[in-house]
């Protein structure tokens, strides 16, 4: 069972150029998110989405795109890299609410660490 | 901005020890306060959450106390392991999907 699967694991860019980053989760959950992590600051939501076709901003979105052409994958994008957004990404997925009332926990992948110089 | 705000940074427990993380909130509306366990060079995972009808919820060695009035609620590790040592970070929310984090804190249990 993989759960979340981030790809890649790590990578090194240069100022102004691009990249896509892969997020995969098998559990057909309907919710996903992209969050940054640096130090000091905990993970800050990026964008998300709440279904298949639809995404949102989350709460530092400028830089980025993201996608969700289908269910399972939630692609986030960096269109021209600044040294800005170094840090360690993360993807997690969820079900949808239950309810009021309903629990929900997210299912973090293992990150994708990346370095902009 | 952080909505939730999260201390110490880090903390140093021996063995056996009792580990005391605490966090703070302004938004009313958050109605749900999870914690994540995360291990270096992995993603974060739930570890135990309370919602504000209840004042404790203990699962294991690992409690977390509520205070509504005082917009805090802390996380409390018993006999604290080495396997226990990882950042931990709590959050909150007020409809169950988006999270606000707090900056995490790295424990360490020495042995």
């Known amino acids: 069972n993989a759960g979340v699967t981030q790809t890649p694991k790590f990578r090194v860019l240069k100022t102004g150029q691009s990249m896509t980053l892969l997020c995969a989760q098998d559990?057909?959950?309907?919710?996903m998110y992209w969050y940054r992590q640096d130090p000091g600051m905990g993970l800050r939501l990026i964008h998300y989405?709440?279904?298949?076709?639809?995404?949102a901003k989350g709460e530092v979105p400028d830089g980025y795109n993201v996608s969700r052409l289908k269910k399972q994958n939630f692609l986030l994008g960096l269109e021209s890299a600044a040294p800005s957004q170094t840090s360690v990404y993360f993807c997690a997925s969820s079900y949808e609410l239950v309810g009021l009332k309903g629990n929900q926990p997210q299912h973090f992948g293992d990150g994708t660490r990346l370095s902009i110089l | 901005q952080q909505q939730v705000k999260q201390s110490p940074q880090s903390l140093i427990v021996q063995k056996g020890g009792i580990s005391i993380i605490n966090c703070a909130y302004e938004?009313?509306?958050?109605?749900?306060f999870p914690w994540y366990q995360q291990f270096p060079g992995k993603g974060p995972a739930l570890l135990i959450a309370?919602?504000?009808?209840?004042s404790e919820k203990k699962e294991g060695r690992f409690t977390i106390s509520f205070n509504k009035s005082a917009k805090q609620f802390s996380l409390h590790i018993m006999d604290s392991q080495p396997g226990d040592s990882a950042t931990y970070f709590c959050a909150a929310s007020f409809n169950d999907y988006k999270l606000s984090f707090g900056a995490g804190t790295t424990v360490t249990v020495r042995a």
């Open positions: 309370i919602r504000p009808d209840v």
């Open positions: 989405s709440v279904g298949e076709g639809t995404t």
């Open positions: 938004n009313t509306a958050f109605d749900y």
């Open positions: 559990m057909n959950h309907e919710y």
